[in-house]
């Protein structure tokens, strides 16, 4: 997969397979609209395999997702072992809603909950443009682009505005030392906050 496009080609975080490398990548589907690169025997430099599906090919558990008009481009999304499971028995790639919540200019961070549970929810850490804004006021402001990923997944892995919890924007939280959050303790850190979203949602309450 190469990052190189030709002059005016504005869809940066996609890439393309090499022309001479493109019939050894098979974007095998996998759900929802995620696919798994596999490399395909023949392969130049590919010289071990991991499955028999096809014979001699390597599943690399790369996931990506397609562009919506422009043909055999791809964006990585995160690996098939970063999904969890959900009370449903759904597997989810919380990393995809991460980053396109995060993309939002009032965020800092984004967290996707809900290993074992019947919904998703996120934690929606403040970036300092809207230390200000008051819980409504953020959540209706990212909304859009949560209701966006919605329009891409299965109605059990959406996620609702009573579900979105807003963190203060001098609130920290567990890092590695590249700076991205460590999800299990993430988790651990905000047990209280999250156990009160899903009371919230069971008693019908808002925010």
């Known amino acids: ?16 397979p090499l022309p001479h490398t493109e019939k050894y990548i098979w974007m095998k ?12 025997e023949g392969a130049l430099g590919c010289s071990i395999s991991n499955s028999d599906d096809p014979p001699g090919s390597y ?3 790369d996931l990506f997702v397609a562009h919506e008009t422009m043909a055999n481009r791809w964006r990585f999304v995160g690996r098939l072992d970063d999904r969890f499971p959900m009370a449903n028995a759904e597997n989810v790639l919380p990393l995809d809603i991460e980053l396109n919540v995060a993309k939002e200019p009032l965020v800092k961070e984004a967290v996707v909950f809900g290993v074992g549970r019947p919904v998703l929810g996120i934690l929606a850490f403040r970036s300092g443009t809207a230390k200000n ?22 109605a059990t892995a959406q996620v609702s505005p009573q579900m979105v919890i807003p963190v203060a924007a001098d609130s920290t939280y567990p890092q ?30 808002g925010l």
């Open 133 to 154: 804004m008051d819980d409504q006021e953020f959540v209706s402001a990212i909304w859009p682009s949560i209701e966006e990923m919605n329009s891409h997944t299965s």
């Open 59 to 61: 599943h690399t558990k």
């Open 29 to 40: 589907p996998v759900e929802d609209h995620h696919c798994e690169c596999v490399v395909l």
């Open 176 to 205: 590695t030392d590249k700076r991205t959050f460590i999800r299990r303790r993430v988790y651990e850190e905000f047990e209280l906050e999250i156990e009160q979203a899903y009371t919230r949602l069971e008693q019908g309450l």
């Open 1 to 16: 997969m190469a990052y190189s496009r030709e002059l005016g080609d504005t869809a940066w975080d996609y890439l393309a």
